[in-house]
C-alpha cells in the first residue's frame, strides 16, 4: 500500500506543517504502515496501534527533542518512532543491526529515556523536570504511562514524591483496559477541556487570592472542589496525591486531544491527563484478543492469525506450565503466582485448570515474591513464574523475605539467557551471579525439555528457596516420561575424554555436547562433558574426580562471565591444586544487541561453532 501523507514526515517539523483536519488521515495511514511492516517481522503491535492518535498529538503540539516525551516501556513507541526520522528504519526494528523495539538514547535525540520494564517513566520525567528547574529552564517535560505499568508500585511512588512539589510535570495516563473510568463520552471530554481551560483556571486562582484571606475559607472550598469533581470523575486518588486530575479524554478523538494538551501547556504544577485508548484498533484481531497481540512474532494480515512452527516440539514454557498444572491435581498445596505475565509464562494455561490456585499480582514484582513467602507460612507451595529479567527487581525480596526465613518459593525464570528481538533490557544475564550468592538458595537448569519435568518435581522435595532458569524458546524434542525427583546437586556425565574437562549447564549443554563430539571426530581429541544440572550446590566431588592435571578446564553457560558460574568453578579448581588452562565460554562485560538468538550466540560464540573454536584452541 502507498502511504502519501506518511512517507512525508522525516521529522516532527513535517508533523507541524500539516494542518489539523490532516491527523485523522496520517493517523488511518500509520495504522495500516504498522499493520503491514510488522506482518513479515512481528513486534509489539496492539500498543503501537493503540497510541497513534495521541503519539501524533504529542510532537503535534509539544517540540520534541527540547521538551521531553518519556514513553512507559516504550513498547508503544512504534509511532513515535516514525514521526522522529526514523520511518525507513521500521522494517529492521527489533532485526539484527536494525531499529530497537523500545526506546533508546543512542538510537535518537528523540528518545530522552532508554526502557524496556515498566513503571519507569514518571520517575524518570520528574528527574528530568526537577534538573530543568535547577536550571531555570522551560520546557515541558512529559510521562505516558499505561494502566498496566501503574500497577507497579514504583509509579506510585513517583506520583507521591511528584505530586508534593511544585513542579511543572504532565503524566499522560493511557488507559486502555478502562480499568479506572469507563465514563468515557462528550460529557467527560467537555469537562477536560473545561478544567484545563484559561477561564476555569483563572476563575480558579482568583477565587483562591480571595478565600486565602478568610480563616478556613480556603480548606472548606477544595473540600467542596474535591466533593464535586469526585461525582463526576474519576481523579480524586491522583487530586488527593498533590496532581491536578483532567479527564478522562477520548485518545482517539483529535477536537479533544489537541486542544486538552494545549491547554496542559498553559498550567503549571504536576497534571495527570487521562486518556482512553483502545489496544490494537485498527486491526480486529489484535482489539479482539489484545494479550496474544501484545507482542508477537509474523503474522497473516488476510486472516489474523500469527504464523506457528509447524512440527516444532514444545516450548519450555508449555512444558512448565503442563507439567506444575499436572503436578497440581495431585499436590493441593501448589499454587502459582505471575506479574501480569499469565500468557507469556504459560500460567493461563494453570490458571484454566486451577483457576482458584493461580495469582497475578500486576506489574509488581516485588509483591509478587514478598505474597508467595506469606503462602509459604499457610503452608502452601508456590511456584513463581517471572522472565529472568524482571525478577532482578525483587532481589531484596528474594533476600530479606525468602532466603533469610528458608522459606520453600520456587522461582521459575522463563527466558534466562539471550532472548533474541527484544535486546538487552529482556536479556537474562544476571540470574545466575546473583542468585548462586544467596544462602539457602539452590539453583537449577535444565539441558531439556525431559529434565525441566524433573527439576519440578525436584523443587518439590526440597525444602527452602529454589530457582529454576530456562530458556526462551523450544526444546529438542526428547522423550517425555515420567518425571522423578533428581539427586540434589549431582552433575550428569554426558560424555567420557583424557583430554579435559568441560562443565556446561543448562542451555548450552545441547551445543557444547555437539562440540565435544566434533572435536573427537575432526581433531581426535576426547574431553570429558559434564551436564551440571545444579548451579548450587556445585557438585565439587563430581567436578574433582574428573579434573586432570595439566589438561584444560572448559566451563560454558549462558550468563555472565563477571561474577558467573565460571570464576567459583575456577576458584574451586585452584584451590584444589589443579594447574591447567581454564577456558570460560560466557556473555562478556558487556550489554548485548538485539537480534534472533542463534545470531546473538553466535556472536559471543555461546553456539555450536563458537564452543568447537575455543576446544581447539584450547
Known sequence: MIFPMLEKIHSTADLKAMYEDQLPRLAKEMRQYLIETLAPIGGHLGAGLGVVELSIALHYIYNSPEDKIVWDVGHQAYPHKILTGRLNGMPSIRQYGGLCGFTKRSESEHDPFGAGHASTSISAAYGMAAGRDLDHKHNHVIAVIGDGALTGGMAFEALNHAGAHNNRLLVILNDNEMSIAPNVGAMSSYLARIITGKPYTQAKDTAKRILDKLPGALDAAKRVEEHVKGMITPGTLFEEMGFRYIGPVDGHDFNHLLPTLSNCKDLDGPILLHTITKKGLGFSPAEEDPETWHGLGPYNIQTGTPHKSQGKPPSYTEVFAETLADLAESDERIVAITAAMPGGTGLSRFARRHPDRCFDVGIAEQHAVTFSGGLCVAGKRPFVAIYSTFIQRAFDQIIHDICIQNLPVTFCLDRAGIVGADGATHTGMFDIAFMRMLPNMTIMAPKDEMELKHMLVTALSIDGPVAIRYPRGNGYGVSMTEAKALPIGQAEVLEEGSDGLVLA??????????????????????????????????????????????????????????????????????????????????????????????????????????????????
Open 505 to 618: 549447564v543448562g542451555s548450552r549443554v545441547h551445543d557444547a555436547r555437539i562440540a565435544v563430539q566434533k572435536l573427537r571426530d575432526h581433531e581426535q581429541r576426547s574431553m570429558t562433558l559434564l551436564n551440571l544440572r545444579f548451579i548450587k550446590p556445585l557438585d565439587e566431588s563430581s567436578i574433582l574426580a574428573h579434573l586432570q592435571a595439566g589438561k584444560p578446564l572448559v566451563v560454558v553457560e549462558e550468563g555472565v562471565s563477571r561474577g558467573g558460574l565460571g570464576e567459583q568453578i575456577a576458584a574451586f579448581a585452584l584451590s584444589s591444586g589443579w594447574n591447567g588452562q581454564f577456558i570460560h565460554i560466557a556473555m562478556p562485560d558487556a550489554f548485548p544487541a538485539h537480534g534472533t538468538q542463534a545470531e546473538i550466540l553466535r556472536d559471543l560464540g555461546l553456539d555450536t561453532d563458537g564452543i568447537y573454536k575455543r576446544l581447539c584452541d584450547s
